[in-house]
């Protein structure tokens, strides 16, 4: 059974900063890539930033400049640190995660998170 486990969402200001976390658990073989998804009130999921599976990042273009995604594998971890927010940055933010478990490698499956809020307002 694997687990994704989100933290560090909250309320914060127009022009503040949050760090969402993602720690992946369980019987992991490895993860192919992993990333941060947002879904606001009446609108569809959507990309907010990943590492790909060879290892690149992709944003969306909405978040350049202000938002940076970062890991650590030892812990299995993904990290997205959110500057300069704005209202429309209010969303849902879901962890996902791409990945092999122990025992069934060569399988890749798909892990959500539960989701945290992110609130811009002032």
């Known amino acids: 059974q694997v687990q994704l486990v989100e933290s560090g969402g909250g309320l914060v200001q127009p022009g503040g900063s949050l760090r969402l976390s993602c720690a992946a658990s369980?019987?992991?073989?490895?993860?192919?890539?992993m990333g941060w998804y947002r879904q606001a009130p009446g609108k569809q999921r959507e990309l907010v930033a990943v590492?790909?599976?060879?290892?690149?990042?992709n944003y969306a273009d909405s978040v350049k400049g202000r938002f940076t995604i970062s890991r650590d594998n030892a812990k299995n971890t993904v990290y997205l640190q959110m500057n300069s927010l704005k209202p429309e940055d209010t969303a849902v933010y879901y962890c996902?995660?791409?990945?092999?478990?122990?025992?069934?490698?060569?399988?890749?499956?798909?892990?959500w998170g539960q989701g945290t809020q992110v609130t811009v307002s002032s």
């Open positions: 996902n995660a791409i990945l092999e478990e122990i025992r069934r490698v060569g399988l890749s499956l798909n892990y």
């Open positions: 590492f790909t599976s060879g290892g690149s990042t």
């Open positions: 369980g019987s992991i073989f490895s993860i192919n890539a």
